[in-house]
């Protein structure tokens, strides 16, 4: 095998090409009968060979760093013993492009370069750059003992992985932090973990600080306690996590929140959790040996509905379980099965959202300056507050999300629509009788100078996403907050932003599909000009979905193809079904209720 890496390495290195493969062996391996320490992903690479080139042994230092399995011990027999010192393989990896990396030499040193599609960071977030970009590395060559060596890396090089490598080692997981109110409700922040190790890894994030956009939305321990040592998974499937004592100085209620957040967490490795302190369970409400789900300890992950839509045609409104005909278009519901009866909203009003919890449909007035919301069928509608408004969005939480600019004032006084005026996000409590109910302005950074095209609240009611575009530029981007609440689990301000992926531009609607995706209306940077459905999860590549002809409106959150449906200019309703756009009814808007 090493004899004929040597081959290939010196017939690329004459065609100045050389590459990082895009495959890898990868084996599971897991002892049958015995306890097992973690899941592995087994990939292993060649050492240096005696004689080869400094093209050769450049290259093949890239290549090993697939060497998670030894900690990089095989990478760094490329380096001279001061490069293993100063190269830091845990500082973030540059996701290639898969294909063959150039490689050239001068004099003693080779640069090498590569395209990278996205960075991560070394706590595992994904960021994809907006264009696929061209990078190099110098790297510094010297003999040892008549053999080459690396003996110079720069500082930021990290690990260089192709993308089929990154995801045969790496996998994404949602890490679960408890939200910073009295829901009781998990908040996924999903990261790239090695596979290796892989619930050692996913338990030490559920103790590690969460993503800075969070920060007061989320819940945290100060002081943070740690993991000590790795978990290992019983034959039984029990892992054990011991973290340290600072678990101890935590509230009770504090303690149950991370007990919820490392089960929830760790469910998806298919293992129970026993948290220890020094080897004693962390005690805490709720907690006993028959703890299996974070419900028990009161405690939610909140998924987005899969079951019933509200289709808005020509004959009013109607529920739609989403099972298909033959035909594949959808049965409608008998209204006996129906989960409440539907209001009837008259010519005028649109953009429709709807709350399952207060099954409550609210719309925006055709001046697009109030909002009317349907209480058991009747319709109370707000003195107008603001213009341009956007399609609302329900928290199913207490809270009705609406945005557009704020209403000025003219010199006799009088309120009115104000040519560019004040970005605003409002909140509507729902829990209050519906007639003292008013608008409330959130406080969110970074509005300034631009205006709000869309909204959307995640389906946990924690997190919101924006759409805004710059009034000067009139470009356009997708923003990520979160929300902070009071006591009252009001929401009173908006932390962030967190840009959510800058390959997606001209973006005009969005919609999540689930806690860790966002559907997004838009283009992406490498297609211009056609307008498409673009699957954008929060922190992974994103994956255009195709050109919508008159696209509208994008729904997450359904039953088709990718959980994702358009409403076109056309009356229709499109899905994805195989490789095309298929339409699915015949309707002028489609409504997922918030869960």
């Known amino acids: 095998m090493k004899r004929l890496l040597v081959l290939l390495l010196a017939v690329l290195t004459l065609t100045g090409c050389a590459g990082l493969p895009d495959h890898s062996e990868v084996s599971q391996r897991m002892a049958i009968g015995e306890p097992r320490t973690e899941p592995q992903s087994d990939v292993r690479p060649e050492g240096p060979t005696p004689g080869a080139t400094p093209a050769q042994v450049a290259a093949g230092f890239l290549y090993a760093h697939i060497g ?118 998990l908040v996924p922040d999903e990261r790239w973990l090695p596979k290796r190790g892989s619930v050692t890894a996913m338990a030490e994030a559920v103790l590690s600080p969460p993503a800075p956009w969070l920060d007061g939305a989320v819940q945290k321990i100060v002081p943070s306690p740690h993991l000590i040592g790795s978990v290992p998974v019983s034959a039984d499937e029990i892992a054990s996590v011991a973290i340290s004592a600072e678990a101890l100085k935590a509230t009770p209620d504090q303690r149950a929140m991370l007990w919820a957040a490392m089960i929830e967490t760790l469910k998806a490795a298919g293992v129970r959790v026993r948290l220890t302190v020094n080897g004693t369970p962390l005690a805490a409400p709720g907690v006993s040996d028959d703890v299996v789900n974070a419900e028990d300890l009161n405690y939610r992950a909140i998924k987005p509905s899969s079951g019933s839509v509200i289709v808005k045609d020509a004959d009013g409104l109607h529920w739609d379980d ?62 107008p507050f603001g213009s341009h408004l956007v399609r609302p969005s329900y928290d199913g939480i207490n809270g009705l999300w609406v945005a557009g600019q704020a209403l000025g004032t003219d010199q006799s006084g009088a309120r009115g629509p104000a040519a560019g005026g004040a970005p605003t996000v409002w909140v509507i409590n729902t829990r209050q009788q519906a007639a003292s109910a008013q608008p409330q302005p959130v406080v969110v950074p970074g509005l300034a100078g631009r205006d709000v095209l869309a909204i959307s609240v995640a389906p946990d009611g924690q997190r919101l996403a924006v759409v805004l575009r710059d009034r000067r530029t009139s470009t356009t981007s997708v923003q990520l907050y979160g929300v902070v609440r009071n006591q009252e689990d009001e929401a ?54 195709g050109a919508v002809r008159g696209a509208q409106q994008i729904v997450g959150g359904t039953g088709d193809q990718f959980g994702v449906s358009v409403v076109t200019d056309q009356g229709t309703v499109v899905g994805r079904q195989g490789t095309s756009w298929q339409v699915i009814y015949d309707a002028d808007d489609l409504i997922v209720p918030a869960p």
């Open 322 to 383: 989403q099972r298909r005909s033959d035909t594949g278009r959808p049965r409608q519901r008998d209204t006996a099965d129906d989960l409440g009866p539907l209001p009837t909203v008259p010519t005028g009003w649109h953009r429709l959202a709807a709350d399952f919890k207060t099954q409550e449909i609210a719309a925006v007035s055709g001046d697009d300056r109030t909002v009317g919301r349907w209480i058991t069928g009747t319709l109370l509608q707000r003195p």
């Open 492 to 545: 009173t301000r908006l932390v962030g932003p967190r840009p959510l992926n800058a390959s997606v531009v001209s973006a005009t609607d969005i919609s999540w599909v689930d806690g860790s995706t966002i559907a997004v209306l838009g283009q992406v940077s490498g297609n211009p000009g056609a307008t498409q459905a673009v699957l954008v999860p929060l922190n992974d590549l994103a994956q255009p979905l």
């Open 68 to 185: 998670l399995e030894d900690r990089f011990a095989t990478a760094q027999e490329f380096l001279t013993a001061r490069a293993v010192q100063t190269w830091n393989p845990d500082q973030g990896v540059a996701v290639l492009r898969d294909g063959p990396l150039s490689v050239r030499q001068e004099g003693t040193d080779v640069v090498i370069g590569a395209t990278v599609l996205a960075r991560v960071s070394p706590d595992g977030r994904l960021s994809q750059l907006r264009t696929p970009q061209a990078t190099s590395v110098r790297l510094r060559m010297a003999q040892v003992a008549g053999d080459w060596r690396v003996s110079g890396v720069p500082q930021e090089l990290g690990l260089w992985l192709s993308r089929a490598n990154f995801g045969h080692l790496y996998q994404p997981s949602e890490i679960y932090y408890g939200a910073k109110n009295n829901q009781r409700v």
